[in-house]
Structure formats: structure tokens, C-alpha cells
């Protein structure tokens, strides 16, 4: 009778303690991956795949020449590695984003000098049909800004009119920088400020429908209703503490992944902000120091599972001694 107890007692403490599935579990990355490619050591941003489910694409923010990753988020594997032509060489690649029609749009953007380069680049490719090593043809863009050079590292393009918009990086906060209609690659495209965002950014990311901007840095994150490029603030995002330089949505819209530099770098899945996958809070900590919320849930479930299993205990203990 006691050894019975005691493997009750067990197993139900083993419960209590039990926490989530782990994010490598998630089938599609969409539960969170770790990008496994050596190459991949300084991961600064990353976009969803729709043309290929579950595949996420990132690079590098220096490299040995102009890269981009695909990555298999079942597995943190690279399933294909694409060189740019049609392109000088890139000085501090910082921010990927797809627009319409599956294109690819890469942000040449980082000013580590502080803001002395006279203009940046972005780069537009197809994203590939076909998921192998092999080189596409990408155009490219020059870009300056309307009030002076400047460091940045988040860039997103909208994905139902396909404007391109750059969140610049200032401690103190930036501000949201609107391109042309379209972009030219005949001439300089300028970027003008239109309203503040609050946030030292590392890096941004539009919702599937193009209603929800999520900007993130390095200990937490904003979330704002689009309104039409008049941004509103909504709430605060939970972002893992470290280097943390990316951020996408699903293609289903229902998560945040946010990423990080360094060589086997985890990809951390959050509720999104605001829509089906969350409770319109994002995972926000009312701290703001950016911790994650997803630990911090881990820890309740564990101490209510502990309470419960020692009423359980309790109450078993008691009819045990009864007979």
C-alpha cells in the first residue's frame, strides 16, 4: 500500500512539474527552432516563408558576400543557400521582409559609424520556386534619407501595397520612415519620417493582413494597430533577453518567432499581438524589462500544478490511512 502511494505521490508531482512542449516540437517552426547552419553566426533578421510552409529565410548581417539562408523550421536546417547577383557588395545586411507576389526584399541598411553613409541599399529578388543552392538576380535600390544618414535595422514592406518602410535605430527611439510608392532603380529613392516609434528597434515585422506593426529590441517590444501608417500603440511585447535581432509573424498570423545572433541561435515563438493566437496583450510584461513571457508562464503552471498535487497528496494520504 505505501509503495503504491509513493508511485502515486511520483507520478503526480512528475505532473505538476510538467512544462509545455518544448519549442523544438512545433512541426512548422511555428512553435519556435534553432538554426542549426554553422555559417549562420550573426542571424539579423528573418521572414516566414508563404511560398514554402514552415520555411523561414534569414542571413547573416556580415558576410562573405550577399547571402541568404532558407531554413527548414521542423528541423533548424538550411535547405538552401542563395547568392545575389545583380548587386555590389553588401556593408550590414540587417532586416528581410516579403511583399506581394512572393517578393523578397532585403534590408542593406546598418550604420555601425552612427549614421555617416551618405545613402544605404535594399535589395528585391523572386523568392525561388525551388528550394536548392543556386544564385537569382536582384535589383537594387538606393535609399537616403529626407532629414540625414542614419543607423537602422529594421525594415518591413506592407504586404498589401508593397511599400517599404524603415524603423531607424536611435537609443532614445526612432521613427518610421515611409518610402516611395514605388521603388526606383534608377535613381535615389528618399525615406521621410512620419511619426515616432518607441523603441531602441532592432528589428520589425507586419501581420499577415498588414494591420499590426510589431517592433522589437533588444529587452522588449511595441505593438502597433497600422491605422494606415498613423501608427497607435497598443501594447508591449515579451522578447527573449540577449542579442536579439529579428523578428516575423507566421503566415497564419498567430505567432511572433523572434530570433537572435550567434552561432546556433534559438527562435522563440510568442501568442501575436492583438489576433487569433493571443489574448490582445502579445505576451506583454508590465515590467518592460522584456522578459520572457513564456518562462513566466512555465513557472505559474508549475506552482498551481505543485498546490494541486499536494491537495491531491493530501486528501489520498488521509484515505490511505483509513484503511
Not at 547571402?67 to 545586411?93: F, I
Not at 501595397?161 to 532603380?185: C, F, Q
Not at 542579442?243 to 511572433?256: A, F, M, N
Request: charged share 20%; glycine share 16%.
Amino acid at each position: 500500500m505505501r509503495r503504491s502511494f509513493a508511485l502515486l505521490a511520483s507520478a503526480l508531482l512528475v505532473g505538476a512539474f510538467a512544462v509545455p512542449a518544448s519549442a523544438a516540437d512545433g512541426d512548422d517552426g511555428s512553435d519556435g527552432f534553432t538554426i542549426k547552419d554553422p555559417r549562420i553566426t550573426e542571424s539579423s533578421g528573418l521572414a516566414a516563408s508563404r511560398l514554402h510552409p514552415g520555411v523561414y529565410w534569414t542571413h547573416n548581417d556580415q558576410d562573405t558576400g550577399p547571402y541568404l539562408y532558407a531554413v527548414d523550421g521542423s528541423t533548424g536546417e538550411t535547405v538552401a543557400r542563395v547568392a545575389l547577383s545583380g548587386v555590389g557588395t553588401p556593408r550590414d545586411v540587417e532586416a528581410i521582409s516579403i511583399g506581394p507576389g512572393n517578393k523578397i526584399f532585403v534590408g542593406d541598411i546598418g550604420d555601425n559609424l552612427g549614421g555617416t553613409w551618405p545613402y544605404v541599399w535594399i535589395y528585391e529578388l523572386p523568392e525561388p520556386t525551388e528550394l536548392k543552392d543556386q544564385t537569382v538576380k536582384a535589383t537594387q535600390y538606393v535609399v537616403k534619407y529626407a532629414d540625414g544618414a542614419r543607423d537602422a535595422e529594421s525594415m518591413v514592406v506592407h504586404p498589401k501595397t508593397g511599400r517599404v518602410y524603415i524603423v531607424d535605430k536611435n537609443e532614445d527611439g526612432g521613427h518610421l520612415y515611409e518610402g516611395p510608392a514605388k521603388l526606383s532603380a534608377s535613381g535615389t529613392n528618399v525615406f521621410r519620417p512620419t511619426v515616432p516609434v518607441e523603441l531602441w528597434a532592432t528589428d520589425a515585422a507586419f501581420s499577415p493582413d498588414g494591420k499590426t506593426l510589431a517592433v522589437r529590441g533588444y529587452l522588449g517590444g511595441v505593438w502597433y494597430d497600422w491605422n494606415g501608417g498613423k501608427i497607435q500603440r497598443k501594447g508591449r511585447i515579451s522578447v527573449p533577453l540577449g542579442q536579439g535581432e529579428s523578428v516575423t509573424y507566421t503566415p497564419d498570423g498567430r505567432k511572433l518567432l523572434l530570433g537572435m545572433e550567434g552561432a546556433g541561435s534559438p527562435v522563440k515563438a510568442e501568442d501575436a499581438p492583438g489576433g487569433s493566437g493571443g489574448s490582445g496583450t502579445g505576451g506583454s510584461d508590465a515590467s518592460g524589462e522584456g522578459a520572457d513571457a513564456a518562462g513566466g508562464d512555465t513557472l505559474k503552471v508549475g506552482a498551481v500544478g505543485l498546490l494541486v498535487a499536494c491537495a491531491v497528496l493530501f486528501g489520498l494520504r488521509r484515505l490511505f490511512r483509513r484503511r
